[in-house]
């Protein structure tokens, strides 16, 4: 990615080369990814636009922001959210990818951190309103919030890329779990961010 791409975002040129050398990695990842695990047998990674992301994050950013990746998968956005000043953190199901992303924060001078987990939290039950309990592709697995030492109402920005029938589980369990004023980031639903009231 050209870092004139990121010209108009009002950055300084610094940052904005580190962010463009991040997105250039990320894809690098992403792409090598879908070749040598996603041919072969299904994952639900799958990355967003992170150009995008890039855009819905620009106007949020302000000091002492708390930011939270549902599935960070490779780190991308997570780290993205670091390098723009937020505090940032990740859980994702995947401890081979939270290896992956730690290492790609480690090279891009990021303090973003990562815990492998879920990030539903403990005891958390999904009830549609057919009462079906299913979760569909969101993984099962041990919470991810002890590891980050942060219950999920610390949290004033939540991001996720949910698959198909994923988008209303977010949302029951930001209504649920998620602190009064807190936005959560859909990326690629309709109505892409909603604050929670
Ligand atoms: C669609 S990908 C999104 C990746 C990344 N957020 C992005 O936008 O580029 C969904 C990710 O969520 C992870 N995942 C699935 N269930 C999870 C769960 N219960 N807790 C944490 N991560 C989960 C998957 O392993 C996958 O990496």
Known sequence: MAYGALDGTGLDAALRRRLAALIDEGREIWERFDREVRRHEFHPFVAADYERVLATLLPLRRPGLRFLEWGSASGVIT??????????????????????????AARHGSGARFAVGSFLPTGYEWRSPTRDSRLGTIGRGPSGYLELKRPLDDFDVVFAYPWDGEAPIMRDVMRRYGAPGARLILHGQPDETVRRR
């Open 79 to 104: 780290i993205m959210a670091d390098l723009l000043g937020l505090e940032a953190y990740g859980i994702e199901l995947d401890a081979g990818l939270v290896e992956i992303a730690r290492g790609l």
